[in-house]
């Protein structure tokens, strides 16, 4: 008869996910304090969601009564295809359908697989849109580390991967926490952000992230200083995930839900300023692109093309 563990361990390769891990769930009294410093400095900017519900972001207990495991889900994102040559550039993870849609009908599955294998288990899945501490729940289940650029980093291959977290009320059998930090002395990604958010000893100004300014920030008008940095991103940044020495060993996911949409790949700047928001909101339905908004979209891609001109006069 399977244990419990190894009911979970096949259910994740049964969803098609691409590494399982499981930690006890436990109150995150370091990532708290740490937490806590990061909002005090505003590094969140105006994502003032990232200040609500702070007790349930460090403490799974608070979010499944009763918990007792937490596991977690790697689902590796990275395309077969390259990043187009002409600009606009649009962080690989949004090529396709939005994740979030796929991942969770993917954990909905794996709990009633559970509930159904195993007997009664109460818990919730969460992916990237609740508050949990996902990265830190990896590195306990000895997934991987997490790098300088804040990006979980697994050794065998990188970096572009999706993760969910799916809190239980059952003990398992928990995974050694991954103790070593491979990065060393390598600083590629801090030297390689343009718009200097990568700051020493892992720490993430978010507000001055590209992802942030082209995703998050729902102002119409983006900071002057900030003009000429974009190096054409119209949609999230992969800049510091590029530079990682530990992509080298990425490889083509597996998932065909996150194939590309077409025009991600084909439209260029013009393509996307003669797009109309009716066109926008059929072909993009189901893209993560929807999260900026057409009016974020069109903002985006005339600061990249200001850039591009004051580029020019210098």
Known sequence: METPTEIVKKLAVLCGFDYCGI??????????????????????????????????????????????????????????QPQPNHPP??????????????????????????????????????????????????????????????????????????????????????????????????????????????????????????????IELKDMIIPDEMKGKFQDWMFGCDICQEVCPWNRFSSPTRETALEPIPEILQFDLKDWEALTEESFKKIFRKSPLKRSKYNGIQRNIKFIQAGSEDGKER
């Not at 937490?70 to 590796?76: A, E, M, P, S």
């Open 23 to 80: 930690a006890k769930a436990v109150p995150l009294d370091e990532d708290a304090r740490r937490l806590e410093s990061w909002l005090s400095q505003g590094m969140h900017g105006t994502m003032n969601y990232m200040e609500n519900y702070f007790d349930l972001r460090v403490n799974p207990q608070k979010l499944v009564p009763g918990a007792e495991s937490v596991i977690t889900l790697l689902l590796n994102y990275y395309p077969v």
């Open 89 to 214: 550039k649009i962080s690989r993870y949004a090529w396709g359908n939005d994740y979030h849609d796929i991942i969770r009908a993917k954990l909905n599955f794996f709990l009633q697989e559970m509930r159904d294998k195993i007997g009664e288990v109460n818990g919730r899945g969460f992916i990237d849109s609740a508050p949990v501490l996902e990265r830190t729940w990896a590195e306990r289940a000895g997934l991987g580390w997490v790098g300088k650029n804040g990006n979980l980093i697994t050794k065998h291959s990188g970096s572009f991967f999706f993760i969910a977290t799916l809190i239980v009320d059952i003990k398992l059998e928990y995974d050694d926490p991954f103790a070593k930090d491979y990065c060393g002395t390598c600083r590629k990604c801090i030297d390689a952000c343009p718009t200097d958010a990568i700051q020493e000893n892992k720490v993430i100004n978010a507000s001055k992230c590209i992802s942030y300014f082209t």
